[in-house]
């Protein structure tokens, strides 16, 4: 398999099990969180990847819930 079809196809199944699981979370926050893993997968240390997850979920966390707030 080449990268593009690695890429595509683990970007999928995290897409369906959203779509079965959570469909409260953001597509977007999806695509977002499997880049930052894609891109630091083979660095030794899980600092730069852990913190890009943390400033992304972060980020993301106030827009939920104050969308949450709006349909409420």
């Keep these: ?3 593009k079809n690695d890429h595509n196809i683990a970007l999928e199944v995290l897409l369906a099990v959203r779509t ?3 469909q409260e979370i953001d597509e977007k926050l999806i ?3 499997f880049e930052i893993q894609y891109k630091h997968q ?3 240390s899980r600092e730069q ?3 890009a997850m943390e400033r992304l979920i972060d980020a ?3 827009d939920n819930i ?3 707030g709006r349909n409420s």
């Design 20 to 22: 079965e699981l959570a």
């Design 42 to 44: 083979f660095n030794q």
């Design 49 to 51: 990847s852990s913190s």
């Design 60 to 62: 993301a966390i106030p």
């Design 66 to 68: 104050e969308a949450e």
């Design 31 to 33: 695509h977002q969180c």
């Design 1 to 3: 398999m080449n990268y």
